[in-house]
């Protein structure tokens, strides 16, 4: 069974970075789809970011200009690159990702990782 291993989350200052990375544990064929969501205390799960298989990506209004999502195949991993970090990024930040695997193609979610960010 291929697991999403994230890590990377943390307590950051105002205007800090953080750089999350999403691993499959096990051999797979390719990323499809790869996205990062957040839900923060009391709100509903949103996207942030998400890299088609294509390398066409989509942002949220609200991180435009301050996140970058990537991903290397060859290490089976997927970043979010976060700068000028505010509080109210504050979440935990699932990773989400459509992969080809042996036992063919489905959707897979990380454990989360929490991200704090302090004014």
């Known amino acids: 069974q291929v697991q999403l291993v994230e890590s990377g989350g943390g307590l950051v200052q105002a205007g800090g970075s953080l750089r999350l990375s999403c691993t499959a544990s096990r051999i797979i064929f390719s990323i499809n789809t790869m996205a990062w969501y957040r839900q923060a205390p009391g709100k509903q799960r949103e996207l942030v970011a998400r890299?088609?298989?294509?390398?066409?990506?989509n942002y949220a209004d609200s991180v435009k200009g301050r996140f970058t999502i990537s991903r290397d195949s060859a290490k089976k991993t997927g970043y979010l690159q976060m700068n000028s970090l505010k509080p109210e990024d504050t979440a935990v930040y699932h990773c989400?990702?459509?992969?080809?695997?042996?036992?063919?193609?489905?959707?897979?979610w990380g454990q989360g990782t929490q991200v704090t960010v302090s004014a």
């Open positions: 890299i088609t298989r294509d390398d066409i990506t």
């Open positions: 989400y990702a459509d992969l080809t695997t042996v036992s063919g193609q489905r959707p897979y």
